[in-house]
Nanobody, 126 residues
Framework: QVQLVESGGGSVQAGGSLTLSCAASGFSVATHCMGWFRQAPGKEREGLAVIDSDGRTAVVGSAKGRFTISKDNFKNTLDLQMNSLKPEDSGRYYC????????????????????WGKGTQVTISS
């Protein structure tokens, strides 16, 4: 059974940093596309970053230049390092996994993902 459990959320001031982690079980992060998504109140869930089985990454939108996605194949975990945080970064952050094994089908869109965690809340104060 695939399980994704996020941690590391919390409240920080604007300009600060936060690292989110996702512990995966039931499959290997080493051989699947993994991603981070965010959902703010009243908004659609948006993709932030993905990492494929070869470790290639894509960070999109407002996360570009500030967020870094990485994975630890040994620990079977996925991280999201977030810097220069802004109040508009507030929301619930979700870890997601795809049955996709390569970069051709690994992109930061909801339709590309098959499994989801329950999320962790991030609040950025100004």
């Amino acid at each position: 059974q695939v399980q994704l459990v996020e941690s590391g959320g919390g409240s920080v001031q604007a300009g600060g940093s936060l690292t989110l982690s996702c512990a995966a079980s039931g499959f290997s992060v080493a051989t699947h596309c993994m991603g981070w998504f965010r959902q703010a109140p009243g908004k659609e869930r948006e993709g932030l970053a993905v990492i494929d089985s070869d470790g290639r990454t894509a960070v999109v939108g407002s996360a570009k230049g500030r967020f870094t996605i990485s994975k630890d194949n040994f620990k079977n975990t996925l991280d999201l390092q977030m810097n220069s945080l802004k109040p508009e970064d507030s929301g619930r952050y979700y870890c997601a996994a795809s049955v996709c094994h390569n970069h051709y089908c690994c992109f930061p869109e909801r339709r590309a993902m098959d499994y989801w965690g329950k999320g962790t809340q991030v609040t950025i104060s100004s």
